[in-house]
């Protein structure tokens, strides 16, 4: 049997894939490949209708879901103008309509209203709760939701050089069987075709853009506010992840490769450290009687490095996260051995 795997698949999910389903696709992954059982988690959720960055957490790296949660994120988006549809997205019934068509003149000039500290409220279909009931499960039900705003940020907000479309993606094409085989067929997902930029003074069907945001943004209620700001409706057709935390396409997989690997039983070539996660964090050199005590979860004293979450390493073995003060602390402990 091979080596337990601990570290970071980052797949390019497939539109039509849930991010539950990507993570049951790598666990079957893993058991094709004869490895160990272990721990299988995402950092963060990916709508079924949108594709790129999932980051799937294996083994100990399971441990930094959490923050990857926290993490910045960034996307490619379409809003199409004219229909506003009850899931903000295209899956939902039309609610709303306009014809009003926005220039790219006037879209740029209501994007600086979106950038920095904005609050915004989410859609009715969504994972958050109300009264203890998962929201989009009382929408689809027919009752009223109601959701409070909430504060988040927007770090940067663009448009595209093209009128929309925006950049090819994934999807699962019709047919195939998600529960049954991590080998997803795909295919180019259904959207507007990118064309030539905007002549000046046109008025648009629809606007691809970039954002940077940070945790918690939704950005279909970001596609309907700035549609209501240009003073029509609209919804988001095409919806693209191009990066989590320090997790970018460039390093994503499709489903078809991990599936290969897995046969092959090359998963660990595929697989990114446990560290890579935590790329913005300081290191901290221990040695192996300071490792033992951080195992044991002991504190440390008298450690010479500045206050503030750091990551202790033995070698080049991650030891533990811990908080660096007068008395170093363990806050999430690693169960890895030294090579």
């Not at 195939?176 to 997803?184: G, K, M, P, T």
């Amino acid at each position: 049997m091979s080596a337990p795997l601990h570290g970071w698949l980052i797949l390019d999910k497939p539109v039509g894939l849930g991010s539950t389903q990507a993570v049951s696709a790598v666990k079957r992954a893993l058991r094709t490949g004869g490895y160990p059982k272990a721990k299988v988690g995402h950092g963060g959720t990916l709508d079924p209708l949108a594709s790129g960055v999932l980051p799937i957490a294996i083994g100990e790296a399971t441990k930094l879901s959490g923050r990857m949660l926290d993490a910045d994120k960034a996307y490619d988006f379409t809003i199409t103008f004219g229909a506003e549809t009850s899931t903000l997205d295209a899956e939902g019934e039309v609610v709303g309509e306009s014809a009003v068509r926005p220039t790219l003149a006037q879209i740029e000039a209501v994007l600086p209203r979106f950038t920095g500290p904005i609050a915004q409220v989410p859609p009715a279909f969504s994972a958050l709760k109300v009264d203890g009931k998962r929201a989009y499960d009382l929408a689809r039900a027919g009752e009223e939701v109601v959701l409070a705003s909430r504060n988040v940020v927007i770090h940067e907000l663009r448009s595209s050089p093209q009128r929309g479309g925006g950049p090819p993606a994934p999807s699962v094409k019709e047919g195939a069987n998600l529960e049954r085989s991590a080998s997803l067929e795909v295919g180019p997902l259904l959207q507007p075709a990118a064309g030539p930029p905007p002549r000046s003074g046109e008025e648009l069907e629809s606007i691809t853009l970039s954002a940077r945001v940070s945790k918690g943004t939704y950005i279909r209620s970001l596609a309907r506010d700035i549609a209501y700001a240009l003073g029509t409706v609209g919804h988001v057709t095409m919806l693209r992840r191009t990066k989590a935390g320090p997790f970018t396409l460039e390093s994503a997989i499709s489903l078809d490769i991990l599936d290969q690997a897995a046969r092959a039983a090359e998963l660990q070539e595929l697989l990114l450290p446990l560290t890579a996660g935590l790329d913005d964090i300081p290191v901290l050199a221990v040695s192996p009687e300071q490792t033992v005590a951080l195992r044991q979860g002991r504190t440390l004293a008298g450690i010479a490095a500045p206050p503030g979450l750091t990551l202790a390493m033995l070698g080049d073995t991650p030891v533990a996260l811990v908080e660096v003060g007068p008395e170093t602390k363990v806050v999430r402990g690693f169960n890895l051995m030294s090579e």
